[in-house]
């Protein structure tokens, strides 16, 4: 058994497309990010960046496996599972390289372009807005040319397509037209057509909410330091 902890995001839904790929049996265990769920000390000692999503594996001798960050978790999952992560060498070391893209460059992207999207204060988003839909853009286009002449990134379905295929699903809402990225339109399309992927993307709606944070939600998602994530982790 594993314990999902999970809230309805792009980032979620990585790993929840994995899980249910897989087939494995999985309980969710919503972490409310608004509510500030992420500090709580039970929730720290498993992914202490205080950000979701993270497991723990119950199906190992010993302990319990708890891990975070999605690129960890999808790294672990898969290769215990023997699927979706190439075999070979060569293989392994452009699952590695696609992972650490996502997580080091369209993802920290797609989430700051969100956040000036859908959060910055009125009038003084615009400088972060620009900003980081060209880096966004600058991602779909690094995409585009990987998937010339390929159905997924690696060749194969992979953890690579389940991490990156998120944040591009939602590109509309964050201001990105697909239309100049045929590869990356096509590759989105044969991705969302899995079953696993809408039965994951459907995951936990029903928690998500409607409508902008107030003012104590803002506060606890947008202005954490060291020193406010101590406090409110006691
Ligand atoms: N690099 C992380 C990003 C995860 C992340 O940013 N999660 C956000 C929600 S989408 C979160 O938990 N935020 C809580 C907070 O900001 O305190 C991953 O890929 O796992």
């Not at 960050?69 to 390289?97: C, H, N, V």
């Not at 990225?181 to 899995?194: H, I, L, S």
Request: aromatic share 12%.
């Amino acid at each position: 058994m594993i314990d999902f902890y999970y809230w309805p995001t792009p980032n979620g839904w990585k790993v929840a497309i994995l899980l249910e790929e897989l087939g494995v049996d999985y309980r969710m265990i919503p972490v409310n990010i608004a509510k500030g769920d992420q500090f709580k000390p039970e929730f720290l000692a498993i992914s202490p960046n205080n950000r979701m999503p993270a497991i723990v594996d119950h199906g190992v001798p010993g302990d319990p496996v708890p891990v975070f960050e999605s690129g960890a978790i999808m790294w672990y999952l898969a290769e215990k599972a023997g699927k979706f992560l190439p075999t070979d060498a060569l293989g392994r070391k452009q699952a590695m390289e696609w992972l650490f893209w996502q997580a080091a460059n369209q993802g920290p992207t797609a989430g700051q372009l969100s956040h000036f999207v859908n959060y910055a204060p009125e009038g003084i988003g615009d400088y972060g807005r620009a900003r980081y839909a060209r880096e966004y853009d600058r991602c779909l286009g690094v995409l585009e040319r990987r998937l010339e002449g390929r159905d997924h990134i690696l060749g194969d379905y992979s953890i690579a397509d389940m991490i990156a295929w998120p944040w591009v699903l939602i590109a509309k809402p964050l201001g990105a037209a697909l239309e100049p990225f045929p590869n990356v339109t096509a590759w989105r399309g044969r991705v969302k057509q899995r079953p696993a992927v809408r039965r994951a993307v459907d995951l936990g709606k029903e928690l998500r909410r409607s409508g902008p944070p107030t003012d104590a939600e803002r506060k606890l998602l947008y202005e954490q330091t060291a020193e406010s994530v101590a406090k409110l982790s006691g």
